[in-house]
């Protein structure tokens, strides 16, 4: 049961991830940290009455930020803070972090959902369900992750933990689109010598355009599957980077085999109206997704308005599971606890938390 209250030292906006506040509240308590919720549509009121503001899927503006009278800190449960206002934020004093992906699974909880999502869409899942409900066995034929191409728009924690799994426990060739100009995919301490992981790696900034992409080029055959993972951050520069002019240029190989899409990182990455088109009329064979453009996604919005049979989503259950929630609720609960014991005058990275102002 949620707990709504006036005041707070940690707030969560948004009635969503549920999980996400029961599993914090449950260690602020050990601290006496009080520990609440609201909706969306409070928030703007809300986030005047706390000390550090937890965002999940709520926008923080600059109009929300003008309000927020007694916030010290807006600390994502997560990494991504693309709804956060950081400039804004930092004209007023306030602090913005996020938990490294490194503390904490979720990183690898997020990859192993773009390994099942991937598979969903080579078995062909939507199908499947067909064929039980018509008592029908053998179909359909499905294809095989084993040995596919795999090719990750973006070069993050989470691509990197996915490519190990797809070419350690596939066999599959792995490549990787990323951003060359600012490192902010998140990469951590390890080099790609490291890793060992790449047959080709090309720089990825901004539009499909700007990347000067030949994916003729790209080597594949006939007996192999080609999967795109999205897996990159969103911003200004590459939302609805997967449009029309994008699906156009995503034929790979001399045959211009078109290809699987997997999406586990931000839905504003795709046009939605151009990739319902386009897997209606098998420019892309499968969108397989755990996010979606607006969420929650509508049943009845646009990718999901004809039941197609190559389009499969997931309610954004990448990173939600028990040992990721739980050691995040953990580090949030005790960072808090410490900065409010030097009554918020130090708020700075620690060995979990990464202040990014």
């Not at 600012?182 to 990469?187: A, K, P, Y």
């Not at 609960?333 to 700075?348: G, P, S, T």
Request: net charge neutral; aromatic share 8%.
């Amino acid at each position: 049961m949620l707990n709504k209250m006036t005041s707070s030292d940690v707030l969560f906006l948004g009635e969503e991830f549920a999980q996400a506040y029961e599993y914090t509240a449950s260690f602020a308590s050990a601290h006496a940290l009080q520990c609440k919720y609201c909706s969306r549509s409070e928030a703007n009121d809300s986030i005047a009455r706390t000390s550090v503001a937890i965002p999940l899927m709520t926008k923080i503006d600059a109009r929300m930020i003008e309000n927020a009278r007694g916030l010290r800190l807006v600390l994502q449960f997560g990494v991504g803070l693309e709804g956060v206002d950081v400039n804004s934020a930092t004209k007023k004093g306030i602090k913005v972090g996020r938990i490294k992906s490194d503390s904490n699974p979720n990183s690898k909880s997020t990859a192993e959902c773009a390994v099942f999502l991937a598979l969903c869409a080579l078995k062909r899942v939507n199908e499947c369900k067909v064929s039980i409900e018509r008592m029908v066995l053998g179909y359909p034929i499905g294809e095989s992750l084993t040995n596919a191409n795999v090719m990750f728009i973006g070069w993050g924690r989470v691509a990197r933990a996915c490519a190990k799994m797809c070419k350690f426990g596939f066999g599959c060739r792995i490549y990787a689109l990323r951003r060359s100009n600012n490192g902010s995919e998140d990469r951590g301490n390890s080099s790609d010598e490291e890793l060992n992981l790449l047959e080709n790696e090309r720089a990825f900034v901004g539009t499909i355009d700007e990347c000067e992409i030949e994916f003729s080029k790209f080597r594949t055959n006939n007996n192999v599957s080609t999967i795109v993972v999205l897996a990159c951050t969103c911003d200004s520069t590459n939302k609805e980077m997967v449009n029309k002019g994008f699906i156009e240029k995503l034929k790979f190989g001399d045959e211009q085999k078109r290809a699987i899409v997997v999406n586990v990182a931000r839905g504003q990455l795709v046009n939605e109206e151009d990739m319902f088109n386009a897997c209606k009329n098998r420019d892309v064979l499968f969108y397989a997704s755990d996010v979606a453009f607006s969420e929650p996604i509508d049943p009845s919005g646009t990718l999901l308005r004809e039941k197609l049979d190559n389009v499969f989503v997931t309610p954004h259950v990448g990173g939600v599971t028990r040992s990721s929630y739980e050691k995040m609720g953990q580090i949030v609960a005790d960072y808090v606890a410490k900065i409010k014991k030097d009554d918020y005058a130090i708020i700075e990275s620690d060995e979990f938390v990464s202040i990014v102002n």
